[in-house]
């Protein structure tokens, strides 16, 4: 008798495309649209999208409002990067949640130190405490020059949130931007400067066109690209950092750039005078010799910062500048009306965020670029 029974009908699963335009009280056409417009990188694949809405969708975070980012990867792909609104709704969702507090640590100048986070569960006796320290997390960018103890309150509240409750599978800025450099896992725990530079050569030859050393190569055809750096972090390294780059120097660098007279190394990275070495010499790979006691994690990303910041200031004229054409209209009133809404509201994280996003986007000529983020250190000298 079972056989006569009709057959059961395989039950529809709904599409996350179409879940989340219903969720946001969209069609799901315009939906596709307006992520592919004001979040995904230029070029993105649809299914680099999916792949960065099913995380948006995971963790119910809201791209548009800049919770969560469509971070282009160094090798290609699209990494999910979590703004601090994105992070701060993870943790007040969760209902184990019981508050945060947050202590300063300031130097006999007055001027900040560290900064730790306790994240207190209901379900624990003691709050997990996390510290960050400021000569780790400062880089050479606008929002760290105008707020540094904000931002230093952000990366420890970050972390805190992520100890508290194990979110894995997304990160914050700082991350993305380490993980996306090439790290040789093999190398010894020390490692001579002659050393260094053979490997980076050998490695790392495949992603040496997508690399930083590779596009100033572009920008600087005189000459041929310079080898790329090794990175080492702190468990690599057995050594104090400063033993890593002693050698007899170089006599070939540092070169001094011709257009500005500033000194430059083989990567094209200036002098950063919280991490390079007073004497402003290098070592015999052409790398600039460090400070002591400065992480090696830190100074790679210094380093890395300074590189991108030297290559946005490049003249227009060069291959890697935003070409000089109109910004595309519908971008440029979107960022417009953020910075405007986030000024009224007085939330400084939002102007913060959507700066990251406004430099990130190359559908903005350069001349917008700074037009806007000059707008928002406005904004921010005043909120602060």
Not at 320 to 349: F, G, M
Not at 353 to 366: F, W
């Amino acid at each position: 008798m079972t056989d006569n029974l009709p057959a059961q009908q395989p039950r529809q699963k709904q599409s996350l495309l179409v879940s989340m335009a219903e969720k946001y009280a969209m069609d799901p056409g315009t939906f596709q649209q307006t992520i592919k417009a004001t979040v995904m990188p230029p070029n993105a694949s649809n299914e680099q999208m999916a792949a960065f809405l099913l995380v948006a969708h995971q963790y119910d975070l809201n791209p548009v409002t800049k919770e969560i980012y469509a971070f282009p990867a160094k090798g290609g792909g699209i990494q999910p990067l979590v703004g601090v609104d994105g992070w701060i709704n993870l943790a007040q969702r969760r209902s184990e949640f019981d508050g945060m507090e947050f202590e300063f640590e300031h130097d006999d100048k007055g001027a900040p130190v560290a900064c730790t986070c306790k994240i207190f569960r209901k379900d624990r006796q003691r709050p997990v405490s996390v510290t960050e320290y400021m000569d780790e997390c400062r880089r050479p960018t606008e929002p760290w020059k105008v707020s540094p103890r904000r931002m230093l309150r952000h990366k420890a509240l970050i972390q805190g949130i992520r100890y508290a409750f194990g979110f894995s599978g997304i990160k914050d800025e700082d991350d993305v931007i380490y993980t996306t450099h090439t790290v040789d896992e093999s190398a010894p725990a020390y490692v001579s400067g002659a050393e260094r530079a053979a490997q980076a050569l050998e490695h790392n030859k495949s992603a040496q066109a997508q690399t930083i050393d590779a596009d100033r190569a572009l920008q600087n055809s005189s000459h041929a690209a310079p080898p790329q750096k090794t990175i080492q972090t702190e468990a690599e390294s057995s050594t104090p950092p400063e033993s890593v780059v002693e050698d007899s120097g170089s006599n070939e660098w540092p070169k001094a750039n011709p257009d500005t007279g500033e000194l430059l190394d083989v990567q094209g990275c200036p002098w950063i005078e919280d991490v390079h070495s007073s004497g402003k010499t290098c070592n015999q790979d052409g790398f600039w010799r460090r400070r002591k006691g400065v992480m090696p994690s830190s100074a790679e990303q210094a380093e890395q910062r300074a590189l991108q910041q030297r290559q946005q200031s490049e003249p227009a004229t060069q291959p890697e500048a935003k070409p000089e054409q109109k910004s595309d209209v519908q971008v440029l009133h979107y960022y417009q009306e953020n910075i405007n809404r986030a000024y009224k509201t007085q939330n400084a994280d939002a102007l913060e965020s959507t700066m990251v996003a406004i430099n990130d986007d190359n559908r903005l000529t350069a001349q917008d670029t700074d037009r806007l983020t000059s707008q928002i250190t406005d904004m921010l000298a005043e909120l602060e």
